[in-house]
């Protein structure tokens, strides 16, 4: 049975129209004009119980609006939700104990002037979750988040990266079913990131959690997500195996390898060469010839090493956004 089941999902808003000068502004106060903006158009797809999907789409693409209506904050124009079974929109509270809408922009809110533990024992209370469990769960985050020397510090004083962490606690203190992740890395430094991508990966493994994620960053969704919904102009363009898409959209592979001593006129006869470093060569190669063409590299060249490649993924993701999956 799916854990997210979306199917039709449109949300329209009535947006404020004026033409610019003081002669239009003081007409609006008397006539104001609207336009309907679609956000999102017949949106349809399912997430199984356990499953980890990334989300993507460029910006406006409507992947946060999204998120809102599965989390319950706003309540679509039309089409049908169900995230657990439950209506997103009717806010129940055995619902919200369910599900974590976690944002990289605000991983933190309430009250600014609390402390880790405090904000942590104030979640204890509103999700009622009981106390032995939540002394387990605490130590399971601070252990797994690195919370030590974060949990008797106020809010305001944490770094945006401790943020994301405190916040991911905050979420997961009760042990969500379902988890909505927005842009979980956005601002992160390198070590953070990779953090916050092996938490979400582990806590997933472990708790068999549902996770939908939407991220920018290309390596969240190389390191966590085997499927994508691709979204653009609020429609779903996409939704399959990452491998396939690139599969798709790339009619290439990179081979890349050492031979220091290798002639360069031997080489572009292989493939297209596209980089060339102290001995280092990397080929594009068509796909269907990649076997023939490593094959025939090996026993013609001396060759230190060699690596197959697929194209980087941010490459791929730019082709679909500029020119549609096909």
């Known amino acids: 049975m799916a854990a997210v089941l979306v199917e039709d999902l449109c949300m ?71 995230v657990l079974d439950y209506s997103p929109w009717q806010r129940r509270a055995d619902f919200l104990r369910r599900i974590a809408f976690i944002r990289g922009s605000q991983p933190v809110g309430g009250s600014q002037e609390l402390t880790v533990l405090d904000s942590l024992q104030y979640q204890r209370l509103l999700y009622e979750v009981p106390a032995a469990e939540y002394r387990r769960n605490l130590e399971e985050l601070t252990d797994l988040l690195e919370l030590d020397d974060l949990l008797h510090r106020q809010l305001r004083a944490l770094s945006l990266g401790e943020k994301m962490r405190a916040g991911l606690a905050l979420a997961l203190l009760y042990r969500p079913e379902v988890m909505f992740l927005d842009e979980p890395t956005l601002g992160l430094d390198v070590s953070g990131a990779t953090s916050i991508r092996r938490f979400v990966a582990e806590y997933a493994e472990q708790t068999g959690a549902t996770v939908l994620l939407t991220s920018h960053y290309m390596a969240d969704v190389a390191s966590l997500c085997p499927r994508l919904v691709l979204i653009d102009k609020g429609n779903v363009q996409y939704d399959g195996r990452l491998d396939e898409l690139a599969a798709r959209l790339s009619p290439y592979k990179l081979v890349r390898l050492t031979a220091p001593h290798a002639d360069e006129a031997r080489l572009r006869a292989a493939g297209e060469l596209i980089e060339a470093s102290n001995g280092t060569w990397v080929l594009r190669v068509p796909r269907e010839d990649v076997a023939r063409t490593t094959a025939q590299l090996l026993t013609d060249l001396d060759v230190a090493d060699l690596a ?19």
């Open 308 to 326: 197959v490649e697929e194209p980087p993924l941010e490459v791929v993701i730019d082709r679909a956004y500029r020119e549609g999956v096909g």
């Open 12 to 82: 329209t808003y009535r947006a404020p129209i004026r033409e610019s000068g003081w002669k239009a502004t003081l007409g609006s106060v008397f006539h104001r004009r609207f336009r309907d903006v679609a956000a999102i158009r017949d949106v349809s797809f399912a997430l199984r119980r356990g499953e980890v999907v990334g989300f993507i789409g460029p910006n406006g693409a409507g992947k946060t609006t999204t998120m809102k209506i599965l989390s319950g904050l706003l309540h679509a124009t039309s089409g049908h939700v169900q």
